[in-house]
């Protein structure tokens, strides 16, 4: 009689995967299907108008092309630098300004000394931006199956863990647009990975290769440092330190310095446009202040006190929410670093959608350590998902509407929502996977 029982409780746990695999890949494939059809069929019956669609992004994926959202600006400062080398590179007239630290722009300095001519460049970062959307998409089955552990993972779960991952819209759009961010979406995800490993040295390195292109990502390090994880700590600073070595020796001490000047300007103003996702983007649109739906790199919306207030102290909670909410059994842990993450992208004024790529792994830990078996509301889970992976494009149809437009903002709501579900969500599952080392 007891071995009948606990057959049958072994059975039930094992049915338990089951189940929310055969759900999750049907959630996954009418969620595409809803974003590629249902919204087609909403804007044309319901505001008789077109609305922007996702196919572009993909054509491009699977045509080997891009724009060069972030690589112009990059390679037009490294070019102006080879030139004038001894003039200040953020004083540059470009098309577009370089907002990244000059750490970012080493490896293309490196191309171009190589003997590489500009489209050879473009050329070469397109293919390494394909293959970091493919790297991307794998490393979070990877993912999966250090979550999952004895559980495995099934046909299914493979399946919606791909297919959730290559229509997680931030992705794509970063490879679409030519941006830098899709290197650190696979930065991150690999931090991810290490990190439920329990490697913290290569997880500290990915945090430092972070904060070499986005310097809003230096909070992990802090965050590091706060919850005593010093082997992640170390290997960051030392990673840093190298990185900023190398930069001062080829850009020299002064254009380097030149960048918390670009920074403080960028604390003060950013753009209206909706593609903002920020509470600074949310507050100027809703006041129609600045563009919304055109977009000129150049145009920023007249400065309002109260909103640059209003953003600083947004900043604030929202840093000291995540650095400090009651640790206990969290500490340390992936939904303390997820926390953080979040924070590091949401707080700032600029968090442009694909910035929100890094919450992708963060999904896939939160599936597969924690709803996967029942703990917690999937449906809330769900809401956040459809928030951040999907082009929301008919909620554009509102931007002339007052009050109304404040949902243009949905990834950043579902960014809080995520956030919210991080900080009641318990460091590890059972021995599931590996929990870091505390060192």
């Known amino acids: 009689m007891i071995k ?57 994926f699977f045509h080997f092309q891009q724009w060069t959202d972030s690589w112009m600006p990059m390679l037009g400062s490294v070019n102006y630098f080879m030139a004038h080398p001894g003039l200040a ?136 440092a706060l919850r005593r994880r010093w082997n992640a700590l170390a290997s960051g600073v030392v990673t840093l330190g190298v990185g900023g070595a190398v930069s001062i020796i080829v850009f020299g001490l002064r254009n380097n310095l030149d960048y918390l000047g670009v920074m403080a300007g960028l604390s003060r103003k950013a753009q209206s446009h909706y593609a903002n996702q920020s509470i600074f983007g949310l507050l100027n649109r809703a006041i129609f ?23 600083l102290a947004t900043t604030a909670a929202l840093v000291l929410l995540a650095l400090a909410y009651p640790w206990r059994e969290r500490a340390g842990g992936m939904a303390d670093l997820s926390a953080i993450a979040v924070v590091s992208v949401i707080a700032t004024p600029m968090a442009w959608e694909h910035h929100y790529g890094v919450m992708l792994p963060i999904f896939v830990w939160l599936w597969f350590g924690q709803y996967r078996h029942g703990s917690g509301r999937v449906w809330t889970l769900a809401l956040a998902w459809v928030l951040i992976a999907d082009f929301l494009s008919p909620l554009n149809l509102l931007a002339a509407i007052p009050v109304a437009n404040v949902l243009q903002s949905y990834m950043y709501f579902g960014a809080l929502i995520l956030l919210g579900l991080l900080l009641r969500t318990s460091g590890f599952r059972a021995a599931s996977y590996a929990s870091p080392r505390k060192t």
């Open 289 to 311: 202040n600045g563009e919304n739906l055109p977009y000129h790199p150049y145009i920023y919306p007249p400065f309002v006190p109260w909103i640059y207030a209003v953003t």
């Open 4 to 60: 009948t029982t606990v057959d049958m409780a072994v059975s039930r746990n094992k049915a338990v995967p089951g189940r929310s695999d055969r759900r999750l890949l049907l959630f996954m494939l009418l969620n595409i299907l809803a974003v590629n059809a249902g919204f087609r069929l909403i804007a044309h019956f319901v505001f008789h108008t077109a609305v922007e669609e996702m196919r572009i992004r993909y054509w491009y």
């Open 89 to 224: 590179i953020y004083q540059a007239k470009l098309y577009d300004t370089l907002i990244y630290p000059l750490t970012s722009i080493l490896p293309l300095l490196w191309m171009k000394q190589a003997g590489m001519s500009d489209a050879g460049v473009l050329r070469m970062l397109m293919i390494a931006s394909w293959i970091a959307v493919v790297a991307v998409v794998a490393l979070q089955a990877r993912i999966a199956t250090v979550v999952a552990g004895r559980d495995g993972l099934s046909w299914r779960a493979v399946l919606a863990i791909s297919f959730g991952a290559f229509f997680f819209m931030p992705i794509t759009l970063a490879y679409s647009l030519g941006q830098a961010q899709i290197f650190l979406d696979l930065f991150f995800s690999l931090l991810v990975l290490f990190w439920i490993e329990g490697r913290d040295r290569p997880a500290g390195m990915m945090m430092a290769l972070l904060a070499m292109v986005k310097p809003q990502f230096g909070l992990l390090l802090l965050w590091a």
